[in-house]
């Protein structure tokens, strides 16, 4: 799976968000991190192979999320589909 290293100056948390590389939400969330300055990686999932849907299904169902995109998974813990501003800001401490 290619993933995607994004610099910002805030990494206090692990960001990762598994996007769809025509989701205009996911581009969305992408610029809002980005315009941020939050420090994140991605992975454009419709552009994986099989195999790799199918880890990044069973990564986001174990943790509790759905399968919708943008998920975005913080600390390895919390997952927030959709592109939430209030819950990602909640989340992020921002």
Known sequence: MKVVKVSGRNNKHKVFVYAL?????CKQTKKFLKDNGIEYEYADVD????EDQEKVSKDILSKGGRLSYPAIII???IVINGFQV???KEALEI
Do not use: F, G, M
């Open 21 to 25: 590389s025509t989701c205009a939400w």
């Open 47 to 50: 552009l994986c192979d099989e």
């Open 75 to 77: 600390d390895n813990k």
């Open 86 to 88: 209030d819950k990602i």
